[in-house]
């Protein structure tokens, strides 16, 4: 199966760096099978890369605040049948983005509950042992041990920070 890891995130902005700290990482010494893409805020810059040669599998190492405990790591997988499995991130639409690959990609979401996203340079402690914690299972191609979402208890879920109005 050919894997691709795509690492999201502003490293300008604390944990939200955490799916760039895990890319930069793997990308160092990338595991056999694995292309790994250090994307930060522009993931649409890899989407050519991507149609032009599609892996079988995407995965997407992003921060995502999801009302858990800092450096909780969680899978978010796509869903068949065309439903919508996560808005965007970053400003990329993935479901619109991606959709002439429907058909073709399985995409997987491997998410970091960060601590803050406040304008610093690193990683909060807990984040970034999850990070480490995150890349060792990737080069072991254990990413799968992770918890899905949808085992997450109710007040755990997912849930989309709006701004006031």
């Known amino acids: 199966m050919t ?3 795509w690492g999201v ?8 760096g955490a799916g760039v700290f895990v890319a930069s990482r793997l990308a160092r010494r990338p595991p056999e099978g ?4 250090v994307c930060e805020t522009v993931p649409d810059n890899y ?3 991507l149609l032009r040669n599609p892996p079988e599998l995407l995965l997407v190492v992003d921060a995502a605040d ?3 405990s800092p450096g909780t790591l969680v ?3 796509s869903p068949t049948g065309g439903e919508t499995i996560f808005s965007g991130t970053h400003d990329f639409p993935w479901d619109a983005q991606l959709r002439s690959l429907r058909d073709r990609l399985h995409l997987i979401f491997l998410l970091v509950q960060p601590r803050d996203r406040d304008l610093r ?4 402690p807990e984040v970034r042992r999850a990070c480490l914690h995150l890349t060792g299972l990737l080069r072991r191609g254990r990413w799968d041990r992770l918890p899905p979402m ?6 755990g879920g997912y849930h989309e920070k709006r701004s006031p109005r």
Request: glycine content about 12%.
């Open 47 to 49: 989407l050519a890369l």
């Open 75 to 77: 899978r978010l997988e």
């Open 9 to 16: 995130g502003q490293p300008l902005r604390g944990d939200d």
């Open 3 to 5: 894997t691709e890891l």
């Open 121 to 124: 340079v690193g990683l909060s």
């Open 66 to 68: 999801l009302g858990l």
């Open 150 to 155: 949808e085992t997450l208890p109710a007040a």
């Open 34 to 37: 694995l292309r790994v893409r």
